[in-house]
């Protein structure tokens, strides 16, 4: 990496006030799983600004007010290993343990997960579906933004004037709550899902009062299905309904043809998890 220029800040307000000097020639770097693959296969300007941010202490995970807490710095495998998170955020837990390999876990990021802004991204799915909140520090001060209004920004206007996503704020689940998760993936060992599908639902016995479905890897970036909330809420999760709703969530999806899937088999997976993920909760 001869050809880059290197900032390693320690300081949050120093770290953006250098991304907003720098302007569009900044990439921020966290645990690099992603950035680095990109730059040894040449798909990057070699000529860009590298800044740093793995010592701004954005790697905690803590409880406050019924959410929890977690820095953008954490990486997937304390996440997936924190019993703070496996008591109150299981959704996530679960699926911080299934993505990429061990050892990439070890140094990705849920920050990274969000800013690399892929269709397959499993935590941005699993923070949707639980209600997250990112929070963004900029040269301008902080920002509150729900996360399925972060992903459909554009892509100038997310980190704005030197932005850093600091952390995120997750709702704990409550007494009512329930959630499911599934995903289909190409063989065993392999992170990248084909179709996934996370859900948060608060029941009544077996009426949903409200729900989070939100479906990953069929559309330009995950997404909170509209299908779901207009079908089930304040209705009863019968097996009829939930066939129903597998089939016209058809409608909100848009697979793509890839070396894992075909959007064919993306379309029939998708109904398929839509359904078994609903079962879970009904």
Known sequence: MSNETFFAPSDLKEACALLSELGETAVILAGGTDLMVRFNRRRRNRKETLVYVGNLSL???????????????????????????????????????????????????????????????????????????VVITSADGESRIPIEEYVSMPKKQKLANGGIIKQFEVPCLMAD???????????????????????RAGMTGDICKRIRLVLGAVAVHPFISKTAIQNLEGKQLSADLIKKVSEEIVAEIDPTSDARASAWYREKAAQALVRRTLSQIA
Request: proline content about 3%.
């Open 59 to 133: 790697d905690y995970i803590s409880e406050t007010d019924g959410r929890l807490i977690i820095g953008a710095c954490a990486t997937l495998a304390d996440i997936a290993d924190s019993p703070l998170v496996k008591k109150k955020l299981p959704l996530l837990a679960l699926t911080c343990g299934e993505m990429a390999s061990p050892a990439i876990r070890n140094a990705a990021t849920l920050g990274g997960n969000l800013g690399t802004n892929a269709r397959n991204a499993d935590g941005v799915a699993a923070l949707m579906a639980l209600g997250a909140v």
């Open 177 to 199: 709550d329930r959630w499911g998760w599934e995903k289909l993936r190409q063989r065993r060992g392999e992170g990248r899902s084909i179709v996934s599908v996370s859900v």
